[in-house]
């Protein structure tokens, strides 16, 4: 009786009438995290690339931090949805035995193509006159770490630098579009579910696409100014303002587009809006209203807006940096669980509401999500440590 | 061609491999048989035991009972409907015994007054009212119903 | 960084990007719509099962789902259906209550008295066999499929329990069970059907509301059942092509 007292306690909870089979939420906090986390991938990617192919120089200090951050989260992505599986032991099939016509069988191909042929590749090509230099300084097991690292390439060239750094190069211009598709990807897996009226909508990749770039940049800028000041190093508080310009630009067009479908809809008014208005009034009304447009949107947008126009001293731009990033991230969390919850606390009836309650102490899928977010921070700990981004050579002279 | 995109390329012809193996050896037999399913496990969930045997396997044995029933007003209910389902008892008929309904009870499940119920298809009482703490099964033979 | 700037501008980044975005477009065209559907109705004169049910001559006693929790092991818990009964009541003021306490296996009440109801009427669901199954589209291994003679099926022992059919199903026909970790839902009786027995619903309605059988025969009880009568299915907007026709259906229900 145990296992079903949260489902008992939502049955006595029911609004007006649900589908008996809908009382359960097969969706939980954990695959809340899922989107969330690989967001974060796409956004700190997309803003290495600005960097490196938009050639936005300002931005330089963060390049490998971007991509380290964003090869932490990676390795994690998958992690909150295989938790989740019934039968979690069975993921492979996804791979083995892909259902061509399922958005979620693809995922696993576009993932691997992302980690192994975008991410990794460009670390590698990113790192590999370093770590070849590295395992030359280094002795006994951390000197094989690094050759095997290297997969045995010891040429440290000109020439095989010039080479590392075109082919490097092309794969971020191959990466940016990668990237997009990842997330856009996600946004799909939603968005392309036409039983819920919440989710089906072909603005939801690229919704989930914009606020994938907000959260990556935001939290880049976050571990930028974490990992600065526990090495105790002075940020560069250029390289932070440029970051702060295109949070502002980008969460500009996320909100619009998201002002957009949500106008749409209250325009329209199809047979669903009855219904997604009294959840959106009612049972989202927190996380919506007060998570993710006041303190996910309006107020990183006006303290950025303001800081366009007036630039206070560099200690309290700092701060407000940091209290916007939070802010940020904070808001794109709510974001993904108005999605993904909102999505299952109405019936398809359209006829009434279940409810859902975090299970705060005894919940297993809350401390796994919490176990999928903070592990990547270790692995990015460890990646800062065996490819430490400051003690990378000089770059090769501009021709 | 550089030395370390060969020697990339030859990291991924490995991966590439082994992930094909892996598709090769853990593919199950009967894929694709029909569609992109295990083909076996149409035969694995037909392999299922019914459990409800149907009228005509009851009135192999209880044939007087169902002549009975079968003139009446109940003709179209199952035995087992009331009865539960018979699987067991067809096998070992001295060990499992078949249910008997238990009372009122059940027969309001079809019988109570409720506007949704078709008056043309179907007889109903308010319970309450017309048997007062009654048995139905007093006054009604349930495989021979009377008005 | 970014030693040779020369030779990638924004201009080639611009027609990278394009190439790639034009193969897959193009990739698209070449093969367009076509792995769309998950099934596809066989060719040829084999059974394609579709189902009838007459709303006229419900009563409401939830027989179909009582047998079908028994028949299917199906848990008892009132979270877990297969097969279950809606009461539909609509007042003089143009209110609509719905209700279905545990599937109407604990009987119905009438939230209004009588004189107060416009109409009112039992809906019985269950899985639809859509021939366009959403459900079946998007499983991810393919362990929830159509079989060749229409039925919406799952391979416990393939599926993976992410649930996203679950999400995909517009009629709120499969759950998870909690103990296997796998999603369940009506298989038409798959078993009862190979030994010529009806399905358990079929079999338990009293009033015979509740029909069943081959499409593809013109002059099968249930092909006969919907040319004779002016039938409707659930959610047509969606296309998921359901084969189960309702008989007097009200457009309240969804």
């Not at chain 1, 809340?32 to 931005?59: C, E, H, Q, W």
């Not at chain 2, 399913?37 to 409800?52: C, F, M």
């Amino acid at each position: 009786m145990d296992k079903f007292e949260t489902l008992y306690e939502a049955l006595a909870n029911l609004d007006g009438f649900i589908y008996p089979n809908e009382i359960a939420l097969n969706w939980d906090l954990l695959i809340v995290m899922y989107p969330y986390i690989t967001g974060l991938v796409a956004g700190a990617f997309i803003l290495a690339s600005l960097n490196r192919v938009f050639d936005i120089k300002a931005l330089r200090p963060t390049y490998e931090i971007s991509l380290l951050t964003a090869l932490a989260f990676m390795l994690v992505a998958t992690m909150p949805l295989i938790s989740h599986l019934g039968q979690p032991f069975r993921f492979y099939e996804m791979l083995i035995t892909p259902h061509l016509t399922s958005a979620m069988a693809i995922f696993g191909f576009v993932y691997l193509w992302y980690l192994m042929v975008v991410l990794l590749l460009e670390i590698w090509f990113d790192y590999r006159y370093d770590m070849v230099i590295w395992s030359g300084e280094k002795k006994g097991f951390m000197r094989f770490v690094y050759r095997a690292l290297t997969l045995w390439v010891l040429d440290t060239s000109p020439e095989s630098r010039k080479t590392d750094e075109k082919i490097g190069y092309f794969i971020t211009v191959v990466g940016i579009p990668s990237a997009f598709l990842l997330h856009g990807y996600v946004g799909f897996i939603f968005g392309s579910i036409k039983a819920n009226p919440w989710w089906s909508t072909v603005m939801m990749p690229v919704i989930f696409l914009f606020s994938a770039m907000v959260s990556g940049i935001a939290l880049v800028m976050f571990i930028y100014m974490a990992v600065n000041y526990l090495r105790r190093q002075k940020t560069d508080i250029f390289c932070l303002d440029t970051i702060a310009k295109y949070l502002f630009y980008i969460l500009i067009i996320d909100f619009t587009l998201e002002s957009l479908d949500q106008i749409h809809r209250i325009y329209e008014a199809d047979e669903s809006f009855d219904i997604l208005k009294l959840l959106v009034r009612g049972k989202l009304f927190f996380t919506f209203f007060i998570m993710q447009i006041g303190i996910g949107t309006i107020i990183p947008l006006s303290v950025l807006g303001f800081l366009q126009f007036k630039k206070p001293r560099e200690r309290i731009r700092k701060i407000l940096y940091l209290i916007v990033s939070i802010c940020v991230l904070v808001g794109i969390f709510y974001m993904r669980w108005n999605v993904v919850i909102g999505g299952q606390l109405f019936s398809k009836s359209f006829y009434g509401f279940t409810s859902y309650k975090v299970d705060l102490i005894g919940g297993i899928d809350v401390w796994l999500s919490v176990l999928w977010f903070v592990i990547p921070f270790f692995i990015l700990a460890f990646l800062l440590w065996l490819l430490p981004p400051w003690k990378k050579a000089e770059e090769l002279p501009h021709e | 061609m550089p030395l370390q995109v060969k020697r990339l390329l030859l990291a991924f012809a490995v991966f590439i491999g082994i992930m094909l193996g892996l598709k090769y050896f853990l593919t199950p037999d009967s894929w694709r048989e029909y569609g992109p399913y295990r083909g076996k496990a149409l035969i694995e969930i037909a392999d299922k035991v019914p459990k409800y045997v149907d009228m005509e396997t009851c009135i192999m044995c209880h044939d007087s009972i169902g002549e009975l029933k079968i003139q009446g007003l109940h003709k179209s209910i199952q035995c087992e409907i009331c009865h539960g389902p018979g699987y067991l008892h067809v096998d070992e008929p001295e060990i499992n015994k078949m249910k008997l309904p238990a009372g009122s009870e059940f027969c309001i499940q079809c019988h109570a007054r409720n506007a949704a119920r078709p008056d043309k298809i179907i007889k109903q009482v308010d319970a309450a009212e017309h048997s007062e703490g009654e048995n139905c099964i007093s006054c009604h033979n349930p495989h021979e119903p009377w008005l | 960084m970014a030693i040779e700037k020369k030779n990638f501008s924004r201009r080639d980044f611009i027609k990278h990007t394009s190439m790639f975005a034009g193969g897959v477009v193009f990739v698209s065209l070449m093969n367009p719509m076509k792995v769309v559907y998950a099934t596809k109705k066989p060719e040829g004169k084999g059974k394609w099962y579709g189902i009838a049910i007459d709303i006229e001559k419900c009563i409401g006693c939830a027989n179909c789902a009582r047998t079908c929790k028994i028949e299917n092991d199906v848990h008892k818990e009132p979270f877990f259906f297969r097969n279950w009964v809606e009461q539909y009541t609509i007042t003089n003021d143009d209110e609509i209550l719905v209700s279905s306490p545990n599937g109407g296996i604990d009987g119905f009440e009438q939230p209004v008295p009588e004189e107060d109801i416009y109409k009112t009427f039992f809906v019985p669901k269950m899985c639809n066999h859509c021939a366009k199954s959403p459900c079946t589209q998007v499983c991810p291994v393919g362990a929830s499929f159509e079989s060749p003679e229409g039925v919406a099926l799952v391979d416990q022992t393939y599926c993976i329990g992410c649930g996203y059919c679950v999400q995909a199903c517009p009629y709120g026909c499969r759950y998870i069970d909690p103990e296997k970790g796998v999603v369940d839902k009506c298989t038409l009786c798959y078993h009862r059907l190979k030994d010529g027995l009806d399905p358990a619903c079929m079999m338990a309605c009293p009033t015979h509301a509740r029909i069943y059988g081959d499409l593809n025969d013109k002059e099968s009880e249930v092909s006969l059942f919907i040319k004779e009568h002016n039938c409707a299915v659930l959610k047509q907007q969606l296309n998921t092509v359901p084969k189960l026709y309702y008989n007097a259906l009200s457009q309240e229900v969804h």
